[in-house]
């Protein structure tokens, strides 16, 4: 039935706009003369290229000729622009432009679909390689017009929809033609995002992790079947390489986004060009290090409406910031050469495109940068060189304007597509804006036109006193009506003189003829306000710190020589405890212990009466990161944490505020299998790169008991459902990795698999275990199925029936990494007890005590004290379960964990003894940057208010001179735990 | 089949011997506890001190120094530390017993407005995390139930007893309010934003509950009207004898809060949790309004806050002259109750006097919850509710406990968890 409708539309537009060779019926054939020529007008064949007076000769729907002296055939037609500009028309080249997104899947179930909905396709639906969306386009006049009246000839549409989403259509904005002409190009690039697809249910990914994982499998398995290794049919990894060669856009929705995105693409020699999110200026240096073309929204957002104090309060200064720094972002971006096209996308209407890029010009964007954005960049991403400009033999796609186009005064008269005139303000309607002397019946008024095109109007004064008044500009028409108290004057009347003087006949309050006249008074004045204007409000953008937060540092802070003084140390080693020792940092590294130590050009801090700390290493955290759980399939371990660290999170600071420098930063529990995990120092203001351990250990979460058997779902389906089936998961899964390591150590080719790599990694040694884990049964269990596949448990985390089986564990050669006290929560931790850790210790196991909460995490000191009060640990045993043993259970002791020379300068700084409830962090240094200063911190915190204030002053002022604004919105506090399901967007 | 009833019968010998622990006797004979540095739980200390009690009351409390005649046991408590029973405001403990399982959840009624229903009906005075709270010197607690815009009547209890009647100590101390928002989260199921914006319902909700009040008052000003239990309940906070304990963080909700509350006369109010009471100390002087501080132990609430927002609070409040407690609210409260001596302890490190801190779970606690007359701090004529504490009961490695008495009942400090620590324990030195 749509097939039918489709054709029946497509027919009724062959009927009246036929191609040469169709047949007609309806009359003689004729043929029109296209041949024109645009004389007389300032012309951008390219943004570099500027000619003035000069002609453009087009015919059908190309440039003919464009130049100073070109040559009219006399057939042409001749259109004189004297006084205006001919701009190439622009190009969107991330649209979805006449492309309807899928319905919603409707789901009858309300349990999870796992499976994928398609046959013959990938087994993972929001792979879509092989969406083409020429049959679903459908030429959309609506928006057409609006694009055109923004000045686009061009876009790049296609199916918004999915991770992988198919090839774009390049399609002409020529609303008078037929898809036979403007379709200009059917596979101009390969669309990709993070989302999936809302044409399917299924599950996976659940996570962002999940789907960067899902993609690099792809790539993996496309690259298989291209070998011809497949058995069976796979439409849609025929399409991606059969899309291979297009240019691969990549939608992303924030800047962390636009990173990993690129980094998924380097992995596989793919260069993606990236759909930015406007928030480039707050990491440029990153942005131009992924050499990767972008294509950037100017959405700006609105100011906060913050004329209520209490609610103001509210508003984070991260969020108040980004008001204020985003109409920068494409200066920044274009002051360090970084290449890029403008897309309206992201914009709730198109009419505010020209507005927004007004204000980033404004902000210092530079104008010819910006044409560039709009004409060649665009068309060399797509790599189309008949678009974007007005060289012989491309489109004639151009735009004619009163002036700069980018000027908020400047009228856009007449857009042309394909050689096809669009008009959107008339060439005809004079500009009569200005100020008047009015003369109608022996009064003079004073009377001042503005605005545009059709929608100019009038303001007229006899002295001070307004006057009411209606006026109108139609069709080269003034009518004016002046309601005065003694009645009503009608004039009406034309331009004289180029519009400097506006005469005709008037009828006065009785209804007699007359004449009026209306002339121009001299311009100056009125300029003269607008240069006053734009000096009232100079652009004034506050600086970005790293991250771009409050807390955070204009510059991130560099390593230095510091001599910390006469301080009580805790070594963390066998040496114990050191009194009124001096310890130097050099180099990012421990360089002496001892006493009377010297250094030239060290800062010295005197640590009298305090006491100095290895930092404290959390062997179990989940801060720092965009997702916690690729809950969406029983074995995960193809993603990692590592491709979602989040370096914009308060926690990091505010761990470092409690002593904490390194973080295992782990997946989830809510599958048998999870992810690997992320080790990582907290230098607060890095990227996310430049946090994560360098030559870091391999880590993988595996989880146990009631998360993994998904004990709290109404109607979990997913194997298993049972600690009895988790065995056999385990069993299974190995059996399968021996076998495809088997393959590959043997040399045949194989199917990369990442999630067998990464079991096969653990049976070979080279990656450790942190399994989640609760009762003695399950932990028992997996030590048995280690033993029987042949690989070691490297740390029990949580393990808080660790001391029913501490004999066990310390003969299986497992650490175990726990809580200090908690327990009661859920049903498997009945048993739990805070002297979990102390008889763990006493039976030989190395024990760490961990957060699992960002909360706990800044005062794992308080937390190691536990220990002492349960069970009876010394304090140099107790200190060291936040430092030294969580170190080893992470194989980073030879790098951090405790004071010794050469390894990393990660020390604390404490006011008091360490495990003292009293005890506050003086300082926190990390690799010899200090990353947290007590003092420090009550600065940031009056820079904080101050910065406040300015925007607060700045806003406010935005909506008194009548700027648009957005009601306060207050930050939530993200709460990543172990069981935190997130849901990846479609 | 046998194998299922060996297998109950097992379960049910090990439940036996992981039962809770016998509530002691009542006292029979005096205690004497000498040389011990006393914490009064009033702002006071008395070094090398003896605290003499009797059928479960102090009789002496003073300086060791002083020549009177010890009675009944005597305690060497040279080095140690005495200290009031600590108190915890605004709790939920014996209400729920393992916060997943639903069975046995009893703390949120249904319904949005309950000033009828009672904590003290469901609390189990046997629950194994009760017990848990006195090795760490938590020895009575307010418990209060959740849920809703008025949550219930709270009752206050002593943590050593065999049934909820035998373990109050003050029933029905007050009632319980949860005061809208200010900002609210965009329905994203129904496609809105899910950003917190303001609430533009915010001043339809606070009329809908002060309108609520103003009926119950009218209700209580007649005779001859058909019973209406919620009303009636709410009876004891126009005349003086039940607290509004009001639940509310921003400044601009305590604010309207304090100011509805005394609009509609209502004699006692107390804020609890109150995140941003240190922005409004003039107001809550001005109305004798204390404060029931959240735990400090919890992430500052927006971005931007100082790190230390949470620790910093109870030194404002308190230097503004606020009776100030310290309450349990929120993920997993019930088993870190026992934490509370440590909020104290952290308080005290960010800024409060260490006695000071300490009143905050003893003598200020006590006046909130309306049993300060015979508890809260080591008065004579008093309960004889206290314990002795190794070192300072502040700090994590202070707080070990070698007694600890309930109105001079001398309660046992063994709990599961003891008992479980013990067992495996000797399990591995036997080997």
Known sequence: ?986 | MKKTLYSLLFFFLVGNSIAQQTPADTQTMPFSIEGATAHLGNGKVIENSLIIFSDGKLTFVGSAMNKIARQGTIIDAKNKHVYPGFIATNATLGLVEIDAVKASDDEDEIGPVNPHIRSIIAYNAESKVVESMRPNGVLMAQITPRGGIISGTSSVVQLDAWNWEDAAIKTDDGIHMNWPGSFKRGRWWLGEDPAMKPDTKYAENIQEIKGYLENAKLYLSNTNVEKHLPYEATAGLFDGSKRLYVHVDGLKEITDAVTIAKQLGVKKVTIVRAAEADKVTELLKKHNVSVIINRPHRNPDNEDDAYDASYTIAKTLNDAGIVVSVGMEGQMERMNTRNIPFYAGTFAAHGLEKEEAVKLITLNAAKIIGIDAFAGSLEVGKDATLFISEGDALEMTGNILTDAFIQGRKISLETHQTKLWKRYSNKYKSK
Not at chain 1, 58 to 83: F, H, Q, R, Y
Not at chain 1, 123 to 152: M, T, Y
Not at chain 1, 233 to 245: F, I, Q, R, S, V
């Open chain 1, 1 to 986: 039935m749509k097939k039918l409708f489709f054709l029946l539309f497509f027919l009724s537009l062959t009927f009246s706009y036929a191609q040469d060779y169709f047949p007609t019926d309806a009359g003689v054939k004729t043929t029109e003369n296209t041949l024109t020529a645009f004389t007389n007008a300032i012309i951008y064949e390219t943004p570099k290229k500027v000619i003035k007076n000069g002609t453009l000769l087009i015919e059908n729907g190309k440039v003919l000729a464009i130049g100073k002296s070109v040559k009219i055939p006399k057939n042409a037609k001749i259109i004189d622009l004297e006084g205006k500009t001919i701009y190439p028309s622009f190009i969107d080249v991330y649209s979805n432009f006449g492309i309807n997104k899928p319905k919603r899947a409707s789901s009858n179930s309300r349990s999870t679909q796992y499976e994928p909905s398609r046959e013959g396709y990938y087994w993972n639906d929001h792979i879509r390689p092989d969406v083409n969306p020429l049959k679903d386009f459908s030429f959309d006049g609506k928006k057409a017009k609006e694009l055109i009246a923004a000045g686009f000839g061009v876009v790049n549409t296609h199916m918004e929809d999915g991770i992988v989403r198919g090839n774009g259509i390049l399609v002409a904005l020529n609303p008078n033609s037929s898809d036979a002409y403007r379709i200009l190009d059917t596979k101009s690039a390969q669309y990709l995002s993070f989302s999936k697809s809302a044409a399917s249910s299924q599950a996976y990914p659940g996570s962002k992790m999940g789907a960067m994982a899902l993609l690099r499998q792809t790539y993996n398995d496309a690259s298989w079947y291209a070998d011809g290794n497949m058995q069976n049919k796979d439409l849609a990894l025929e399409a991606l390489n059969k899309n291979k060669n297009l240019v691969q856009i990549f939608k992303t929705d924030n800047l962390l986004d636009a990173f990993r995105a690129d980094k998924v693409g380097d992995e596989f020699g793919i260069q993606y060009t990236i759909v930015g999110s406007g928030e480039e200026y707050e990491r440029i240096t990153d942005v131009k290090n992924t050499n990767a073309n972008f294509i950037i929204p100017i959405n700006f957002s609105n100011a906060y409406d913050v004329s209520n104090p209490l609610l103001a309060q509210q508003i984070s200064l991260r969020d108040m910031r980004k008001w204020n720094q985003e109409p920068s972002n494409l200066k920044v971006l274009a002051e360090n050469n970084v290449n890029f096209a403008i897309t309206t996308n992201g914009l709730k209407s198109v009419k505010t495109f020209h507005t927004n890029l007004q204000k980033a010009i404004k902000y210092g964007f530079d104008k010819e940068k910006a044409l560039e954005a709009l004409t060649t960049i665009p068309a060399s991403i797509i790599g189309n060189n008949l678009v974007g400009n007005l060289t012989e033999g491309s489109y004639a796609n151009f735009i004619i304007t009163s002036g700069d186009v980018f000027d908020a005064e400047t009228t856009l008269y007449e857009n042309w597509v394909q050689g096809g005139k669009n008009v959107v303000n008339s060439m005809s309607i004079k500009d009569i804006t200005g100020e008047y002397m009015l003369s109608v019946n022996g009064q003079n008024y004073s009377m001042s036109v503005s605005g545009k095109g059709a929608k100019q109007t009038a303001a007229i004064q006899l002295g001070d006193q307004k006057i009411k008044s209606k006026f109108s500009f139609k069709d080269d028409w003034i009518a004016i009506t002046l309601n005065e108290d003694s009645g009503y004057t009608r004039l009406m009347g034309q331009t004289i003189n180029n519009a400097s003087v506006l005469e005709g006949i008037a009828y006065d309050t009785k209804g007699n003829e007359t004449s009026w006249s209306a002339s121009k008074k001299v311009a100056k004045d009125s300029e003269k306000k607008k240069q006053k204007e734009t000096k009232q409000t100079p652009v004034v953008v506050l600086p970005v710190s790293y991250p771009n937060l409050g807390f955070g540092n204009i510059k991130v802070p560099e390593t230095e020589t510091i001599l910390i003084k006469n301080t009580t140390v805790w070594t963390s080693e066998d040496a114990g405890i050191l009194k009124n020792t001096d310890v130097l940092l050099k180099d990012g590294k421990i360089a002496a212990i001892g006493k009377n130590l010297k250094s030239r050009n060290a800062t010295e801090i005197d640590g009298t009466g305090k006491h100095l700390t290895a930092g404290i290493v959390d062997e179990h955290s989940h801060i720092a990161t965009s997702a916690v759980n690729e809950w969406a399939q029983n074995s995960t371990a193809e993603v990692t944490i590592e491709d979602v660290i989040d370096p914009n999170d308060i926690n990091i600071y505010r761990n470092l505020s409690g002593g904490t420098t390194t973080s295992q930063i782990l997946h989830g529990s809510a599958n048998p299998i999870g992810g690997r995990s992320a080790i990582i120092k907290l230098k607060w203001g890095e990227n996310a790169e430049n946090m994560i351990y360098d030559n870091s250990p391999k880590f993988i979460k595996f989880a146990l008991g009631e998360n993994v058997k998904q004990s709290r779902y109404e109607n979990g389906t997913r194997f298993p459902q049972t600690r009895m089936g988790v065995e056999q998961l385990f069993i299974d899964y190995f059996t399968r990795a021996k076998a495809y390591d088997a393959v590959k150590k043997s040399g045949k080719p194989y199917r990369k698999d990442d999630e067998m790599e990464t079991l096969a990694e653990i049976l070979n040694g080279e990656r450790f275990i942190s399994c989640h884990s609760y009762v003695q049964s399950e932990i028992n269990m997996l030590m048995k199925v280690a033993d029987k596949m042949g690989f070691k448990v490297n740390t029990f985390t949580h393990i808080l029936e660790g001391y029913k089986v501490a004999d066990k564990m310390a003969a299986h050669g497992v650490g175990g990494s726990t809580f200090s006290d908690w327990w009661a929560y859920k049903y498997e931790v009945n048993d739990a007890i805070p002297y979990n850790a102390a008889i763990m210790h006493n039976a030989g196991v190395t024990v760490a005590i961990n957060s699992d909460d960002r909360e706990m995490s800044r005062r794992l000191n308080q937390e190691a004290a536990k220990t002492i009060k349960y069970g009876g640990m010394s304090e140099l045993e107790a200190w060291k379960t936040v430092t030294i043993n969580p170190a080893k259970l992470l194989h980073i002791d030879d790098r951090v964990g405790s004071i010794k020379e050469g390894k990393d300068a990660d020390v604390v700084l404490w006011s008091h003894h360490p495990m003292s409830i009293y005890a506050k962090v003086e300082k926190t240094i990390v690799e010899g940057s200090i990353f947290f200063d007590r003092i420090e911190d009550q600065k940031k915190r009056v820079a904080i208010q101050q910065e406040k204030s300015t925007l607060i002053t700045m806003m406010l002022n935005e909506k008194l001179n009548g700027g648009k604004t957005k009601p306060p919105m207050k930050r939530e506090d993200r709460n990543f735990e172990c069981d935190t399901l997130e849901e990846l967007k479609n």
